[in-house]
């Protein structure tokens, strides 16, 4: 303890007090109320989160109209940023890398043309091909992401491209879905051609995708949605149909044969 002389005082010395004997008695006196506000704990967590969310479906957004604009080769990362007024290292904050982006665009895209389809989820068997003639009925309302998708995807067959397996095993799901439901058509009469069953699933696929293209050049002279659904229940009617013409085919040769006769096979 130190002492220090003090003009004016009965014996000229005073105490001085050690540092946390003065620290001790400021921490005794009482304080002052808080005027700043503390948001309740839940909103503390979630608006950041809230906010974030917000800020990637934006960049997923534009990202989605400049790609489908663009292109995903000369779409850049700095026209993304610009339309939702941050920087080319905020975007790569969020997504990492341009290549990424373009499959969280590609998921994004996805999400939004079945947002208003009864069903979301890809239905099995016959069901499939309402849900085909739905999903081509809603594409003709948001040409912007029919666009996108039609872009990316002629150009994902380019070497190295980011999407090229992402478009790849899409395009052999969908097949599966739809020889799944051209099965289900056939019935249990007995087993369809496989290469008939596989031709068709392709077709249904290219004739929708080309319908598509057709549609964004000259929209006041494809009808879409009525191009597409003709051209489905076509190509299911002749796959089905083909066990039918085969059938009666049979049947029509058995009853022209004399009775009595016996079948020689190679000779009608």
Known sequence: M???????????????????????????????????????????VRNPRKQTAKTREDILDAALTT???RGYTNGSLVEIADQVGMTHAGVLHHFGSKDQLL?????????????????ANLPRGAALF??????????????GLVQAYAVLSAESVTDEHPAKEWFRQRYEGLRASVR????DEWGSDGDPDPDSVEAAA?????????????????????DLAQASAFAIDAIVAATVDRRRRAT?????Q???????????????
């Open 2 to 44: 130190s002492f220090r002389r003090t003009p004016g005082s009965p014996s000229g010395v005073a105490l001085e007090r050690p540092p946390s004997t003065v620290y001790a008695s400021r921490m005794s006196s009482p304080a002052k109320p808080s005027t700043v506000k503390v948001p309740p704990r839940g909103e503390r």
């Open 67 to 69: 790609f489908g604009n």
């Open 103 to 119: 499959l969280a665009v590609l998921k994004h895209r996805d999400l939004a043309s079945s947002r208003d389809l009864e069903d």
């Open 130 to 143: 309402a849900h085909l003639r739905q999903t081509a009925q809603l594409n003709a309302g948001q040409p």
């Open 180 to 183: 799944e439901a051209l099965r």
């Open 202 to 222: 392709a077709a249904v696929l290219a004739v929708m995708d080309g319908l598509q293209v057709q549609w964004l050049l000259a929209p006041d002279e494809v």
């Open 248 to 252: 009666v085919a049979a049947v029509a």
């Open 254 to 268: 058995e009853s022209d044969r004399p009775s009595g006769s016996a079948s020689v096979p190679g000779k009608k």
